[in-house]
């Protein structure tokens, strides 16, 4: 049985508007394990995008727990808190993506700069991957030079490049065409489950659930239906489940 | 250091990667530099036409008539004075200087100098270059300011022709060039100069002043034992000497017609150009970064420290204001080559020098703004919740 790479305890994010207490993420929990790729998806305003902040340190939770690769994120100052992003995170976003002034492959070889761990091994390692996902002749290419199915694999080369244990994904399709879509997510399913990270995506598309493991459907803030087996999240991605 | 490395990184390749548009700001700091060295150039130029000679003095302090309000023009002293001057303790030498104008005509095109009596040896009268200095009493010799002699094609041993109105006459007069002295020109004319007795001769006067032959002169250089006690001796000359007062050499300078005024005006419009220099910066890098929001917000969220994106920010302005200020200076050299010697534009190492670091000052000043935003901007921006 692999580790438990994210675990998320009692999460609670309010938000004040106005005078009025806004319940963003409302006392969910669960827990993502290394090699598993988890979607989160619902309806716009179900708190998704706020529920992936927290997960990405970016947000702090009212109350609750996240323990990424065991640290408690409610622990962390600001300054560890980028190191946790740097070293224990990949992200791909839904738009602006790469640093559009980096080519595909010094944008892949940025993390590990980060990381100051960008040396000839990395370099390798950093053009293998990009030609896994079919990107060996864009390596010099810069972001505006690609398509956005490229651009979009540029980033999930980038997410992965540094072996974080968690990779988050903010509606990694939006801005792709159904066929490119399915092509990146799927790549990415592969990628997850190969270099054993745990993988979390927040999509709207539910045609994309087909490649997960594990579906969390979030309303309201609360965490309301978990799918578990093939054949519901099977029957979620074509529809046939109403969700 | 890693942060450092990495902002160099960043900065350097975003610079290389858009070559156009930072180019493009790059040659209007050139612009701007070109402006402010020009400026100060000619800052420089017009003070060194008014204040040369002054400010060359062999002397600590300057006396003149009391009352006359240190003005030059206004100051015409007893011609006793200067012996008075000269037995006050602490005194090392004092020489007269007379002055006045007039007007070369024996050149293709007549050319208008100060005319200027002094003493061969005394404060007063700068140090030969070359030939000798000019006999005393009425010798009809003059030493010349070695720029005109160079842009007139005259030479030791020449003869020059001066016109003089002598009461309601014009009259001419000959002179034979003995020697030459580094640029000292005074008043924004070029300098020749003559003993006393013939300057009291060959000067523009008026019907009444015909009468006479005693040369009056208007100020007397004054050259100290201690030139540090400037401040003591001036008491003490005005205590011994009659019907004086007394300046050093910077409040004399400064209270040559015109010359406070010109600087001020001059300098005014360097401190103008500076200021659009940083709101032209400033106004650039605020653009450029309200751009690179979402960028931004990439570059935090995937693990970058504000310390690589301000310093990033920071690096960006220095190499483009760097370029800028590079291709301006040259830009400047280039033109100035060009421009002729009438032009008064003197590149002073100092004062270039600090109009350069001025320059390369305001690109992190101007984009101040735009690195605090830079700062301040929230990782949150990469996803659609910032």
């Given at each position: 049985m692999s580790n438990i790479a994210l675990e998320v305890r009692d999460?609670?994010?309010?938000?004040?508007?106005?005078?009025?207490?806004?319940n963003a993420v409302d006392d969910v929990s669960f827990q993502v394990r290394s090699g598993e790729f988890v979607a989160l998806v619902g309806p716009s305003g179900s708190g998704k995008t706020t529920m992936l902040s927290i997960l990405a340190a970016l947000l702090t939770p009212t109350s609750g727990r996240v323990l990424i690769d065991g640290e408690d994120?409610?622990?962390?100052?600001?300054?560890?808190?980028?190191?946790?992003?740097?070293?224990?995170?990949?992200?791909?976003?839904?738009?602006n993506n790469l640093i559009p002034y980096l080519t595909a492959r010094e944008n892949v070889e940025f993390m590990l700069r980060l990381n100051n761990t960008l040396d000839r091994t990395g370099r390798v390692r950093s053009d293998e991957l990009l030609a896994r996902l079919g990107l060996s002749d864009r390596l010099h290419n810069l972001p505006a030079q690609m398509s956005g199915?490229?651009?979009?694999?540029?980033?999930?080369?980038?997410?992965?490049?540094?072996n974080p244990a968690v990779v988050l994904a903010d509606e990694p399709t939006a801005s792709l065409d159904t066929e490119r879509a399915f092509q990146v997510v799927e790549t990415f399913a592969h990628l997850i489950h190969e270099k054993e990270r745990a993988g979390i995506m927040v999509t709207h598309d539910l045609r994309m659930c087909q490649y997960v493991d594990r579906v969390l459907q979030m309303q309201d803030g609360k965490l309301v239906r978990e799918y578990k087996s093939r054949k519901e999240i099977r029957e979620l991605a074509l529809g046939v489940l109403e969700h | 250091m890693k942060s450092f490395f990495l902002a160099t990184y960043l900065a350097v390749k975003e610079v290389i990667r858009n070559k156009g548009r930072f180019l493009l700001v790059a040659l209007v700091i050139a612009l701007i530099t070109l402006l402010v060295l020009f400026i100060a150039a000619l800052g420089e130029g017009l003070a060194n036409g008014n204040r040369q000679y002054v400010a060359n003095l062999d002397a600590q302090l300057v006396v003149f008539l009391e009352k006359s309000d240190y003005s030059i023009s206004a100051s015409r002293l007893d011609t006793n004075t200067v012996k008075s001057v000269r037995r006050v303790d602490g005194v090392a030498d004092a020489g007269p200087i007379y002055t006045s104008n007039t007007e070369i005509?024996?050149?293709?095109?007549?050319?208008?100098?100060?005319?200027?009596?002094?003493?061969a040896g005394r404060p007063g009268m700068p140090p030969i270059l070359e030939g000798r200095a000019f006999r005393g009493g009425e010798a009809r010799e003059a030493v010349m300011d070695r720029n005109v002699a160079l842009r007139s094609n005259l030479q030791i041993g020449d003869m020059i022709q001066i016109r003089s109105t002598q009461g309601t006459n014009d009259e001419f007069f000959d002179l034979e060039i003995v020697g030459l002295v580094d640029g000292q020109s005074y008043f924004f004319q070029p300098t020749i100069f003559v003993p006393a007795a013939t300057w009291e001769k060959i000067r523009p006067q008026s019907e009444a002043e015909l009468a006479s032959d005693t040369p009056y002169p208007n100020i007397v250089a004054v050259k100290l034992v201690?030139?540090?006690?400037?401040?003591?001796m001036s008491v003490r000359l005005v205590d011994k000497v009659p019907n004086i007062e007394v300046a050093d050499i910077a409040t004399t300078i400064n209270t040559i017609p015109g010359y406070s005024a010109q600087q001020g005006t001059v300098q005014t419009q360097g401190v103008f150009t500076l200021l659009i220099g940083i709101l032209v910066i400033g106004g650039f890098f605020q653009i450029q970064i309200l751009q690179k929001v979402p960028q931004i917000g990439v570059l935090k969220a995937i693990g970058s420290s504000n310390a690589v994106v301000g310093l990033s920010a920071v690096i960006q302005i220095i190499v483009v204001t760097a370029l800028g200020v590079g291709i301006g200076g040259t830009m400047t050299y280039l033109f100035s080559l060009?421009?002729?010697?009438?032009?008064?534009?003197v590149f002073n190492g100092t004062r270039s020098l600090f109009a350069v670091i001025l320059l390369l000052l305001i690109g992190p000043f101007g984009g101040m703004v735009s690195i605090i935003y830079a700062v301040r901007i929230e990782p949150l921006k990469a996803l659609r919740l910032g």
């Open positions: 999460l609670v994010k309010t938000f004040d508007l106005d005078g009025t207490t806004i994120l409610a622990q962390m100052n600001e300054k560890r808190r980028v190191k946790l992003r740097r070293e224990k995170i990949g992200f791909t976003f839904q738009s199915g490229q651009q979009q694999r540029v980033a999930i080369a980038r997410a992965l490049i540094h | 005509v024996s050149l293709p095109e007549p050319l208008k100098v100060s005319l200027l009596g002094a003493e201690d030139p540090a006690q400037t401040d003591a060009g421009f002729p010697p009438t032009i008064p534009l």
